[in-house]
């Protein structure tokens, strides 16, 4: 029989100090074991008195179990090993730190609406509360959930629970299992703590996929991702299939009433501009990956292409009309300089299908893509 491998981070469940016990145990053997192989000097075979020689032994035999002990102790006192959730609760690592979570959490407060809370809507969860958006009359509204899940504050069971920053009343008041929060809430997450088990998102370093595979994972709804990946997939296969997606400039610059910005990737647009291989502006691959810039007026034209595909935010109650108005602000005559609006072939889509991170959301973006590119014949911008 060979020996066995101490096992080093599997946890022993309602065992506490023993746990520790026991690895403290496998690793003091493991590297006492270790040391004791470790090369000896280049002399050491030169003979020495026995006294000198047991001595000798002695001291190193000391020193190797204060450096084994020393080891154990930097290993154990580490949270990521030591720390064990109750019953019904799991170990789970996020973007601040390690929290016990519920394995299976039924009251959940999400703080981003597109983000998170469209996303657990799709994956067939539904939270207690969530942020949300107000209207121009202060109705509050989650931003993309009722064209893409029919789901929204005024009819269903979710309260609404403030906007930036969120409400902590609200949420205490809802006593929540689980609350899901982004980089961007305003609400302090020490304080959100002592409501709940907390779960921070970085959407600007994981993006937005990888956002909603950690929701799903939180929910327990991973294995659905599988499914909807393939119906992505194939919509992907047929852009490639009917567009010559190398040889396809799109652009996707964005302008407000008061400066021209855009994203690398934007949203669902950018996901599929990437994944079906169609070439975008240098300048908008110099964008961080997952991150935006502002830039200045004068850069505009080196955001041109074949195409130019933007957005307008109907929750605000702007339309098309007004997004081609702030381009024109910003740079008067702005559709002559450009090949994409002079041509006819800048389109201006609705911003819920194009940034919601859902998967109903990515596939109607592909589809108008498809129809955009593959529906027409078109001029491609001179070299």
Known sequence: MGHRRPVLARPLRGQG???????????????????????????????????????RNLHQETRDMRYAFSFILAIVASPTVAQECPDGQRLFEHDAGADCIPADPQRIVSLHDSVLTVSLLELGVMPVGSHGRLTDDGVPFIRSAKTLTGVDFDNSDIEFVGAFPVDLEAIAALSPDLILTTQWQEAPLDQLRQIAPTVQIDYSARGDWETYATVADLVGETDRIAAMETRYAAAIDQIRERIDTENVTISTIHAHDSSLFAYNPYGNIGRVLYDAGFRQPQAILDVPLNDWSEFSAETLPQFDGDFI????????????EDVRGYFETLVPGSCDLLHACRTGQMFIIPREEASATTYDALLATAYAIQSIVAGRTFEPMPD
């Open 309 to 320: 595909i933007t957005t307008f935010n109907g929750s605000t109650a702007d339309t098309p």
């Open 17 to 55: 100090g023993r746990t520790l016990l026991v690895r403290a145990r496998c690793l003091g053997r493991l590297f006492l074991r270790l040391a004791r192989q470790c090369p000896r000097r280049p002399d050491a075979h030169r003979r020495r008195p026995r006294f000198r020689l047991m001595a």
